[in-house]
Structure formats: C-alpha cells, structure tokens
C-alpha cells in the first residue's frame, strides 16, 4: 500500500510547462541560462523554429541564418531538469512532434560528398533560382506541405515533369544535452552529448536517453524536418516548424556513453558523429559496442548470448553521410530476465 501511494504521489506531482522562447541559442552548452526549470516526470509543450530561424508563423528571428555569428541551428533551451547531475540518464520521451505550417525547404540536389567524383557537377548545377526562398541563395527549393492530407512535395517549376508527393514523418534533427567539460558546441556537429545528430528515427513516440554531465543536463531541443533520408543526404531535411512536447525522466547513478532511442519495434544505439567529417567505421564500432552493452546490462544477456543475436538479427541505419550509425535490435527478440 504504501509504495503505491507514492508512485500516486509522484505522478499526481508531475507538472506540465508551455514554453515558447523569443530567442534562440545557436550551441550545446551548459553555461546558457535556462528557459524553464523542470523536474524528472515533468513534461515540456514548446516549438521550435526552422534552420533559418522561421516560426511557425513564418516570421523571421534570424536576419542572416548560417551567416557569423548565426551559423547553426537555432535551438530552444536549455531546458534545466532539477536533480540530474554527471553520472545519470537523461530519459526524453517524444509525446508529440508535428508540422506546424505549410512549407518547408530543402537543399536542389546531394551533397557531392555522397556520390562518385565528378558525376554532378557538370550535369546538375547547385542552382534552382535565384531567390526563391531567400535573397541571395540559388540552391534553396521551396516544399509545400498540406497539413490536412500529412504530405508534402517540392514546388517544382512548371514544365519539370514528374510531380510527387510524400507523406510526413516530422522528426527533431537537433536534440541533447549540454557537452562533457567545458565544451561549447554549436548546434553543427553531434557527439556523446546528442547534437545535430539529423536521425531520422527522432519521431513522435520515440524515447531517447542522453548521458547527463553537468548538473541539470541542459536540454535543448531544434531544426525540425518534415521528412528526411536516412543519411541526410541533401545535407538537410525538409526544413520546418515544429511542435513539440516531451516528458523528461531522471534515471539516477546510470551511465551510458551514447545517445539511445526506443520504439515500438526497436532498441538503437546511435554511433554519434559529426557528418561529412568522421569515420564510418569508427560510428559502427561505436554503436555495436553501446548495443552489446545495453544487451548485457539492461536485457540481462551473457556476452556469449549478446554476440549470437548481434551477430544474427541486428540492423543498421546510416544516420548521417560520413558520419553516425546506428544500431537496431528488434524488440521480439529480447525478454527482460
């Protein structure tokens, strides 16, 4: 009886917070001042605004985006989660995330840097038209999106041929804590610590764990995309508004040394890295190293056990071109001992 109580006590506690910023913060950092004060149960409702510093509303908060000192993401936070301090996870459960207005806008074509030398360049210029998102900007295409209907497609101009449309899957390409130490980090690269990770499984109804290093965690939260590649091969997604809520939870004295996610259907380690600049290999090795972990701590596996069903049922996902990977384990095939 009384244990529960108070679990009736604890979830009786739990708050719920609408934050909605007026400014943005362009790093991962832990000396930023909070923009809410929360505790482990409470739960965050708030928007974030393009990678342009667009508002749902279309308003412009950024007069010059990816231009010193404006380069990176706009970010909404930190958000301070009252009791969490180094050596915890940080739990964030995505309760909603949708687009909020009806366009978005993507890079015209693949980063170079994913296909063979020289096979764009002289046949695809960069150039869709001059201004046709932003002044000054020739490689920006407009999408539409239809709220109504959850599709979108690029305005193509007229002529062009093929039209299509895509369904959504609004996802967060830019969520985490404040780094280890010192570190500033902008909202460029990702890491230990989340970052840009751009992992197109930062859906609503996912649940991410960060490991936590300074008191608080700093959690931020930004760059939302309509849809997105597994790779992020145009170097961005959809680019849009978002609205979002999220639930945070403290596990207290446990450490990981990823970012994880879990769904429905899959646990993932993510090898997180900074994109077009990191080894592959490296993010792989990363990423199986964290699974074999979470198999053997979490799930109760021997180690023999863990490398069996690796070796036999895992899946990987390039998160980001150069970048990070990931590493899935089907749910059916786990039993918590």
Not at 29 to 34: G, V
Not at 297 to 310: G, W
Request: aromatic share 10%; glycine share 12%; proline share 7%.
């Amino acid at each position: 009886m009384p244990r529960l109580f108070l679990f009736i006590a604890a979830t009786a506690a739990a708050a719920t917070h609408e934050v909605y910023p007026d400014h943005h913060s362009r790093v991962f950092s832990a000396f930023k001042k909070p923009v809410a004060k929360v505790q482990s149960g409470d739960t965050v409702i708030t928007r974030t605004w393009d990678s342009g510093g667009a508002d749902w509303k279309g308003v412009k908060h950024i007069q010059h985006p990816y231009v010193y000192p404006e380069s990176g993401n706009p970010l909404m936070g930190p958000f301070y989660i009252e009791g969490s301090d180094y050596g915890d996870t940080l739990q964030v459960h995505l309760d909603k995330v949708r687009c909020n207005r009806n366009y978005g806008y993507t890079t015209y074509r693949l980063s170079p840097g994913a296909l063979s030398p020289g096979s764009i360049e002289s046949l695809y210029p960069n150039h869709y038209e001059m201004g046709a998102l932003r002044p000054g900007r020739a490689d920006l295409i407009p999408w539409d999106i239809d709220l109504a209907r959850g599709v979108t497609s690029p305005r193509l101009k007229q002529g062009s041929g093929l039209k299509f449309e895509l369904p959504l899957r609004p996802m967060l390409g830019c969520i985490g804590v404040a780094p280890p130490g010192e570190k500033v980090e902008t909202s460029g690269p990702s890491g230990s610590w989340g970052g840009n990770m751009d992992y197109n499984g930062t859906v609503e109804g996912a649940t991410l764990y960060f490991p936590v290093y300074h008191p608080g965690a700093h959690f931020y939260v930004g760059d939302g995309h309509a849809l997105q590649g597994d790779g992020e091969g145009l170097g961005n997604g959809v680019e849009t508004s978002l609205d979002v809520q999220f639930t945070v939870k403290v596990l207290k004295g446990k450490r990981i040394s990823i970012p994880r996610l879990e769904n429905s259907e899959h646990i993932v380690s993510i090898g997180s890295q900074p994109e077009f600049s990191s080894s592959m290999d490296q993010g792989l090795r990363m990423a199986n190293s964290d699974m074999i972990q979470w198999l053997t701590t979490d799930y109760k596996l021997t180690e023999p056990e863990a490398h069996l069903l690796m070796g036999t049922v895992v899946e990987h996902k390039i998160v980001t071109y150069f970048g990070s990977i990931a590493a899935l384990i089907p749910k059916k095939y786990l039993n918590r001992r």
